[in-house]
């Protein structure tokens, strides 16, 4: 059973920086491009970041360009490290994977972690 546990949420102040982590289990992604979506109170879950496997391709939100960089730390590791946060990035962060390729639509990716909260206070 394939499961993926993000970790690295919690409170910081505006400004301040985050690194996500997404650990995967039951099978290894040498192939499959990985992402990370958010969901804010009251809104819909929207794309993030994606990643080929090899990093060649990689797509950002432009709210979070030049803010945010997704990485492949190894075969079963992705990160998310998050600067320069505002409060508008409050949001429960998931992490994707099993895409063929790197994209932002949320139904190519079928394996998804539970979540991890990011607070961001003014």
């Known amino acids: 059973q394939v499961q993926l546990v993000e970790s690295g949420g919690g409170l910081v102040q505006a400004g301040g920086s985050l690194r996500l982590s997404c650990a995967a289990s039951g099978r290894t992604f040498s192939s499959d491009a990985m992402g990370w979506f958010r969901q804010a109170p009251g809104k819909e879950r929207e794309f993030v970041a994606a990643r080929s496997w090899t990093g060649r391709s990689t797509y950002y939100a432009d709210f979070v360009k030049g803010r945010f960089t997704i990485s492949r730390d190894n075969k079963v590791t992705v990160s998310l490290q998050m600067n320069s946060l505002k409060p508008e990035d409050t949001a429960v962060y998931y992490c994707?994977?099993?895409?063929?390729?790197?994209?932002?639509?949320?139904?190519?990716?079928?394996?998804w972690g539970q979540g991890t909260q990011v607070t961001v206070s003014s």
């Open positions: 994707a994977a099993g895409a063929r390729i790197a994209t932002p639509t949320s139904t190519e990716y079928q394996y």
